[in-house]
């Protein structure tokens, strides 16, 4: 089991920046793979990235260049650098985690674990 908390959410402006972080639960971090997701009003949510801890990460094309992953395996705690925030980015963001293997890193019902989410407003 692990217990995961996302922190970081606000208030920014359009081209502004912001980073998230999620602390995890648990002492076996290492072994998760970590992802960010979002969800927008009324829409699915949409992955985001993983990051491995060995330190390969993978990103949707859309936010590819604007965001950035990162972990302390050290802290227990998984990073994401937003940056040149957009009004689309408005969204709840969440962190997940999976120790299993997948080939489906993108799907929301790869991770096993949820944080409660955490809101971010990018306004115009």
């Known amino acids: 089991q692990v217990q995961l908390v996302e922190s970081g959410g606000g208030l920014v402006q359009a081209g502004g920046s912001l980073r998230l972080s999620c602390a995890a639960s648990?002492?076996?971090?290492?072994?998760?793979?970590m992802a960010w997701f979002r969800q927008a009003p009324g829409k699915e949510r949409v992955f985001l990235t993983t990051?491995?801890?060995?330190?390969?990460?993978l990103y949707a094309d859309s936010v590819k260049g604007r965001f950035n992953v990162s972990r302390d395996n050290a802290k227990n705690t998984v990073y994401l650098q937003m940056n040149s925030l957009k009004p689309d980015d408005t969204a709840v963001y969440y962190c997940a985690a999976t120790d299993k293997y997948s080939n489906t890193w993108s799907r929301s019902s790869t991770y096993d674990y949820w944080g409660q989410g955490t809101q971010v407003t990018v306004s115009s």
């Open positions: 990051a491995w801890s060995g330190g390969s990460t």
């Open positions: 648990g002492r076996t971090f290492g072994y998760y793979a």
